[in-house]
Structures are given as C-alpha cells and as structure tokens.
C-alpha cells in the first residue's frame, strides 16, 4: 500500500503542489513553518477524513484564499495503490456567502470523493490505511480520556466498517438520549419514554465495547514487548480498557474472551448469546443510574466514558509516569498499531512521522528507524538530516520543504532522483 500521486490547492501555505511519490522512504527537511506538517495532516485528512491538528476544517483553507477570493476553497487529492489496483480519494472545502444567519455571513460545505463518486466520510474511512507519529502523541498517555477514546475509533474505524457506522449511531443516540434526559429533569417528559433509547445505546455500545476490548488486547500484547525492548527489559507496559459496568456475571467471561490475544479479528468479538449479555449488562448500569442521569442530565454509562490506560510495572503511567516513560509508551502504542493493520489487512499502511526523533533519545530513536524501515512506504519530516545515519538516509529519497514548495534536496542530484523514481 502506497500513495502514488497528490495534489493539494489552497491548503494551509500550498497555494498549489502536486507531488509524485514511489513505495519507498521519503525525507522531507525544511526550517519550521514551511509546510511539511502540513504535507502529512493533508494525507491523513483524506485517509481519515479529519485533520489531528485543526478543530474545524475552515481552518485548512489557505489563508490568502480566505482574503483574496469571492468563494475561498481548498482542494485535496491523492492516488493511491492497494493490492496492486490505484484508487483516488479528493476533498474539496469550500466556504460560501450564507443567504441566512451563517457564521459571519458564510457557511462551509465538504465534499468527499472516492474514484470520482461522491462518498459519506465513513464510506471513504479505512480505503487508505495510514498510522501518523507526532510529538504530541505523548497525550495518548497524559491526556484526558477523550484523547484515548478519539485514538481508538480513529484506528478502529480505519480496520472496521461496522464499527464506524456503530460508533456514528451510538454518538447520535446518545445526544438525543442527552437531549430527552434534560426533557424529563425539567418535567417536559416522562422516564418511560427512555425505554427505547436505553435500548439503542446498550445494543449499539455493545459492538463498541467489544471492539475496544478485543483491539486493546491484540494492541497491549505489542506494546508489552515494544516497550520492554525499547527500555532494556526494565519497564513492563500492560493496556487496560476501564468501562463504566460494574464486573459482575455477565460481562466477565466477555472480558477473559476478548482479551485473550489469540483470537482471530472475525472472531474477536462476542456473537449471539455473549454479545447479549454485554447488552443486558449496558442496559443494567442505564437502569442503576437513571436517576443520577436524570438530575444531570447527561448518559454517564456506557463506551464513550470509558476509557484505556497504560500500566507500567504496576502503576497508572497517566499519572505516575515520567515524561519518558509517558513518551515510550506513546511510541510503543502506535508502533504496535503498524503491527495490527498490517496483520488485519494484510499490508503495510502509510507511515506519517513528524519530526519524532527531536523527542527521542538517541536509543529509541535508533529502534523506530529500524521498525519503519519495514514498511512500502513512510513520509518524514525533519528540521534537518543529524541522526538519521547514513544507511537510512542513502534508501530513502530527500525533499526539500520551502515556504510551501517541495523539490528534491539539494543534496540529492538528477540522477539519484531519476534512479530512485
């Protein structure tokens, strides 16, 4: 799996690039705040349909378009190769003048293609698979629960179409079930009515929890050895998935199931009378707290209060651990998150880092080039060259990154570029 072409119009500082690409190791140097980030957030966008560093996707317009244009608009498009057959995925943001209340006057539309047809986002989730490495993941670890729930479907929705259709209308649900709450507190409905809404969050979060618990199984069990290489056998790194049930008959057996490694992907998750259980035990919480639920006004059991931790040699590393150990376990998680997609779909995915050996001691920043190395194709970027060696650096092919231009690096002449397309 490889991207072979993209394109990106009026993205962040790209005013326009088109990039070809081969299935091999690309090393992309500039100074700060010339567009490489932004090369990597543009692939994963179309791969995941959201950006890991904007809050709205308004922000990916070019700046210059957003002043200069009467419908400012950004353009993204890649090809790509995936059991040996080219695909394409584009995107075009657009924001136009609003004909009522918009936000100043404007409103913004998204479009989504895949091979030319327009696609939902979840239709396009999972096409291309891509595993991004930022310094910031250490959030993964430090950050709040949202960060480690938002991890899990980003992953799991890329291996799992039912997954992400589940998880869109459980978070449906659970809003209107919110909205309903709020209803009967102020005495606008009756607690009867969240009968059926009970029921949809517990058969819908069922198939949640099920995933999460099976991936973070397969997910701990790479981990544990990732991190125990990475530390000279001194740390020992356990994920554990927390829920919001309390351990009782029903859901135990389900947890020693799923968290059993050797489990195959299809049959990873309960079927017939076992996913049941998992349902009747949703639905036994909802009953146990309704009242709680009632006065505040929000759903506060089920999958999206959950959440995952890190456990090293013993202890939360969330709230123990040091920035170090907090930034292996980071590392050790989305190096075990290659190991997953490749076994699940058969290829490699997409390797994104972004300037991840400036956050690594020399040691671990040894092990991630060697680990990446095995992949069809990875995308790095770097403020400039130390470190890498020069093994790494004669396999891969060198761009230079210049206020938003991309050209081969000086450093590489014609012909080892025309050598290594």
């Given at each position: 799996?490889?991207?072979?072409?993209?394109?990106?119009?009026?993205?962040?500082?790209?005013?326009?690039?088109?990039?070809?690409?081969?299935?091999?190791?690309?090393?992309?140097?500039?100074?700060?705040?010339?567009?490489?980030?932004?090369?990597?957030?543009?692939?994963?966008?179309?791969?995941?349909?959201?950006?890991?560093?904007?809050?709205?996707?308004?922000?990916?317009?070019?700046?210059?378009?957003?002043?200069?244009?009467?419908?400012?608009?950004?353009?993204?498009?890649?090809?790509?190769?995936?059991?040996?057959?080219?695909?394409?995925?584009?995107?075009?943001?657009?924001?136009?003048?609003?004909?009522?209340?918009?936000?100043?006057?404007?409103?913004?539309?998204?479009?989504?293609?895949?091979?030319?047809?327009?696609?939902?986002?979840?239709?396009?989730?999972?096409?291309?698979?891509?595993?991004?490495?930022?310094?910031?993941?250490?959030?993964?670890?430090?950050?709040?629960?949202?960060?480690?729930?938002?991890?899990?479907?980003?992953?799991?929705?890329?291996?799992?179409?039912?997954?992400?259709?589940?998880?869109?209308r459980y978070n449906r649900v659970v809003t209107q079930r919110n909205a309903l709450l709020r209803q009967i507190r102020e005495r606008a409905s009756r607690p009867k009515e969240l009968a059926y809404w009970d029921g949809q969050v517990a058969h819908l979060g069922a198939y949640v929890m099920a995933r999460?618990?099976?991936?973070?199984?397969?997910?701990?069990?790479?981990?544990?050895?990732?991190?125990?290489?990475?530390?000279?056998?001194?740390?020992?790194?356990?994920?554990?998935?927390?829920?919001?049930?309390?351990?009782?008959?029903?859901?135990?057996?389900?947890?020693?199931?799923?968290?059993?490694?050797?489990?195959?992907?299809?049959?990873?998750?309960?079927?017939?009378?076992?996913?049941?259980?998992?349902?009747?035990?949703?639905?036994?919480?909802?009953?146990?707290?309704?009242?709680?639920?009632?006065?505040?006004?929000?759903?506060?059991?089920?999958?999206?209060?959950?959440?995952?931790?890190?456990?090293?040699?013993?202890?939360?590393?969330?709230?123990?651990?040091?920035?170090?150990?907090?930034?292996?376990?980071?590392?050790?998680?989305?190096?075990?998150?290659?190991?997953?997609?490749?076994?699940?779909?058969?290829?490699?995915?997409?390797?994104?880092?972004?300037?991840?050996?400036?956050?690594?001691?020399?040691?671990?920043?040894?092990?991630?080039?060697?680990?990446?190395?095995?992949?069809?194709?990875?995308?790095?970027?770097?403020?400039?060259?130390?470190?890498?060696?020069?093994?790494?650096?004669?396999?891969?092919?060198?761009?230079?990154?210049?206020?938003?231009?991309?050209?081969?690096?000086?450093?590489?002449?014609?012909?080892e570029v025309d050598s290594r397309s």
């Amino acid at each position: 799996m490889h991207i072979c072409h993209l394109e990106l119009i009026n993205y962040r500082n790209y005013a326009r690039l088109e990039l070809d690409l081969t299935a091999r190791i690309h090393l992309f140097q500039g100074d700060n705040a010339q567009g490489k980030t932004n090369l990597l957030e543009a692939i994963y966008y179309l791969a995941t349909t959201r950006s890991p560093l904007a809050s709205q996707d308004r922000e990916l317009i070019r700046w210059e378009s957003l002043q200069d244009e009467v419908i400012p608009n950004a353009q993204l498009a890649l090809r790509f190769v995936r059991a040996g057959e080219e695909n394409s995925i584009e995107a075009s943001l657009v924001q136009e003048p609003s004909e009522g209340n918009g936000a100043n006057g404007t409103v913004f539309r998204r479009q989504l293609r895949y091979n030319g047809v327009n696609r939902r986002a979840m239709d396009i989730v999972g096409k291309l698979n891509v595993v991004l490495f930022l310094p910031e993941d250490i959030i993964l670890v430090s950050g709040s629960p949202g960060d480690r729930r938002r991890y899990l479907d980003v992953t799991l929705c890329q291996l799992d179409e039912l997954y992400c259709r589940s998880l869109a209308r459980y978070n449906r649900v659970v809003t209107q079930r919110n909205a309903l709450l709020r209803q009967i507190r102020e005495r606008a409905s009756r607690p009867k009515e969240l009968a059926y809404w009970d029921g949809q969050v517990a058969h819908l979060g069922a198939y949640v929890m099920a995933r999460r618990m099976w991936a973070i199984a397969r997910l701990s069990r790479d981990t544990s050895e990732i991190q125990s290489a990475l530390t000279g056998a001194v740390e020992r790194l356990e994920l554990r998935y927390e829920h919001t049930l309390e351990a009782g008959p029903a859901i135990e057996p389900i947890e020693a199931a799923l968290y059993d490694p050797t489990l195959a992907w299809r049959t990873g998750v309960p079927e017939g009378e076992a996913l049941d259980l998992l349902e009747e035990q949703i639905k036994d919480a909802l009953r146990r707290c309704q009242q709680e639920e009632i006065a505040r006004g929000v759903t506060i059991s089920g999958p999206h209060r959950d959440d995952m931790r890190f456990i090293i040699n013993g202890f939360d590393a969330t709230i123990y651990g040091s920035r170090g150990q907090q930034r292996t376990a980071a590392l050790a998680l989305k190096l075990a998150e290659v190991s997953l997609m490749q076994r699940l779909v058969g290829e490699m995915p997409v390797l994104l880092l972004d300037d991840v050996l400036s956050e690594l001691d020399r040691r671990r920043g040894q092990y991630l080039l060697e680990a990446i190395g095995q992949a069809e194709q990875v995308l790095v970027t770097t403020t400039n060259m130390e470190g890498f060696g020069s093994a790494f650096l004669e396999r891969a092919q060198l761009w230079q990154v210049q206020a938003g231009a991309v050209q081969p690096h000086p450093q590489t002449s014609d012909d080892e570029v025309d050598s290594r397309s």
